[in-house]
């Protein structure tokens, strides 16, 4: 059975004085491109099962902005991840899910799309390498079981900037 995986970068996030890294809010642009996204998740993409959300402020607007409705793990190990920690909290996802949804930062998002990949879709890793910007989405197909992923990989499927 293949699956989706679709790893999304937090909206653009505001920098207000005196907030922490973790505590940091959206900014407008970062709302009207979330809402976009849910948008384009809930026109272009299967169903989503299940969320991964980092427990930073812009994550979980970031979420609540797009509109979409499926059970939610807010998880601490997303934010500041790296690709190998990203991966890890996606391969601990429950058998049902077909579509998951992970909601992080820059550069675990896009370093672990790239590593699940591992360069099989040349034209979509060069786009991702060059910019992932704030509120992009990829979407990779997965062969077998979220507890394999880190095993047998993914392949991108898309890359989506909404704008």
């Keep these: 059975m293949t699956r989706t995986l679709i790893l999304m970068r937090h909206g ?12 940091r809010p959206l900014a407008p642009r970062g709302r009207r491109e979330a809402a976009l996204a ?3 998740l809930r026109t272009e993409q299967p169903p989503i099962d299940a969320v991964l959300c980092s427990t930073a402020l812009r994550t979980r607007e970031t979420l609540d ?7 939610v793990q807010f998880c601490t190990n997303l934010y500041d991840a790296d690709a190998d920690e990203v991966i890890a909290e996606v391969g601990y996802t429950d058998a049902e899910v077909r579509t998951l949804l992970v909601v992080g930062h820059f550069p675990g998002v896009p370093e672990a799309a790239l590593t699940l990949d591992g360069g099989g879709n040349t034209a979509l890793s060069d786009r991702i390498r060059t910019k992932f910007p704030t509120s992009a989405l990829a979407v990779l197909d997965v062969p077998g079981d979220w507890g394999d992923i880190a095993d047998t ?5 898309t890359f989506h900037v909404p704008r």
């Design 38 to 40: 849910g948008d384009w």
């Design 65 to 71: 902005t797009t509109g979409i409705e499926a059970p």
């Design 153 to 157: 990989g993914a392949a991108l499927r």
């Design 12 to 23: 653009k996030s505001d920098y207000p004085l005196g907030v922490s890294d973790h505590d």
